[in-house]
């Protein structure tokens, strides 16, 4: 192939790629990162707040700490993680608490017994059931036995290390009780802002490939962009699968699924399954657009010029479907899934297409030096994979 010398190609890249950063973060229902963090620091400061003053004017307990450090170290982003952490960050303590209690009266409040505190506790916290919590039991082994020696009898030793648990309980039910109650985050537009975000990196990528392709080869600095701009989209991937892992979740022990408008959004089958289609479909986009800057051919032949427009129009359907899928809104489905059913005839039937071209042509389809025999398979699968996500919306609006 030929470089281009002219600037015009890559600032054309650089230009696409900060137009979808701003698209991403602007686009409608993305969740404001600001709004999400000002809000858990609110909450946060809240729930500190009210362990501080239950453990120090209620309870007027030696070690008021532990119940505020405790309500902040459960707050998460969703009332579920903050229910289950909460059980871990408990069983941790209770379980470091123990350690220590069992040896220091068996053994003594010596140096032999932190080493053994210090190996029994560090096995404990590797127990898969307490998860990110599993330090804490080493934690609150080292707080325990720090406060024990400091204690001059054993009924004084038994009631500090009591606080130690009460104090922790106290923090993580204000805590969770706080998340549940005040703003409880309800993260299902997560879902469709992840697909949406796949969507516009799918139609960014499918919409600036063809007029290159009706030319001929496109030259080394086109596919080097499109090539990286295909890899860039794995951690998209990984995010939008990680915002419809935060939607289901935000649902569960939430009392706002309960109200009306919330409800419908209960179920995430269908996010879950065009997520996975625009998975694969990108994955796709990434072997095209690799094979085609491995290609080693300064032009197309001029026989192979018409399989190559047929590709082209191909990939015009294809990014027209995963513009429609960019603007996904639950609340519109029937009229998204209407219009995404025709533009998947339009890309099946170029798929077919792209076939008979490869065939009537006598397309070098097994040259590994050549695109043709990547680009016919993966065309296949573009076809098929728009034409599922439209069956799948089709059965999305049917259920619902």
Known sequence: MTDSSSPRPAQAGRLGRLRQLWQRRHAPGAESPE?????????????????W?????????????????????????????????????????V???AVQAALGFLVGPDLLTF??????????????????????????????????????????????LTEIVLLVVVGCAVGTAVNLLVAPPMRYRSAEHGIRVLAGAL??????????????????????????????????ITQAREGLHTARESVYFNPRGLL?????????????????????????MASLTRS???????????????????YASLLDAVAEAALA????????????????????????????????????DDLPLGDPRQPYGVLVIEGARLAEEIQYTSDTLRSWVTDT
């Open 260 to 284: 009306r408008r919330h409800q419908g959004h209960v179920v995430f089958d269908g996010y879950e399954s065009v997520l996975a289609a625009l998975e694969r479909t990108l994955h796709q």
């Open 292 to 310: 085609l800057d491995q290609w080693q051919e300064p032009e197309a032949p001029v026989e192979y010029r018409g399989f190559l427009r047929r």
């Open 203 to 236: 139609h960014g990528l499918a919409h600036e490939i063809p007029p290159v392709l009706r030319e001929g080869a496109p030259d080394g600095e086109a596919t080097a962009r499109w090539r990286q701009r295909a890899a860039d989209t794995g951690g998209m």
């Open 325 to 360: 899928l960019s603007t996904l809104d639950e609340t519109t489905l029937p009229q998204q899934s209407g219009r995404l059913t025709r533009l998947a005839a339009e890309a099946v039937e170029h798929g077919r297409e792209v076939a008979e071209a490869a065939s009537a």
């Open 95 to 97: 379980a470091g608490v």
């Open 115 to 160: 080493v053994l505190v210090a190996v029994i506790a560090l096995s404990i916290a590797r127990w898969p059931l307490l998860g990110v919590q599993g330090p804490q039991v080493a934690t609150a082994a080292f707080f325990a036995f720090a406060t024990y020696s400091s204690a001059t009898d054993s009924t004084m030793r038994v009631t500090r």
């Open 53 to 93: 003053v239950i453990a120090f004017y209620l309870i007027d307990a030696q070690s008021p700490a532990f119940a505020p450090f405790s309500a902040v170290v459960i707050m998460h982003v969703t009332v579920y993680q903050s229910v289950v952490q909460s059980l871990r960050y408990v069983g941790a303590v």
């Open 35 to 51: 709004r999400h963090s000002l809000l858990l620091i609110g909450k946060s400061t809240l729930a500190a707040t009210l362990a």
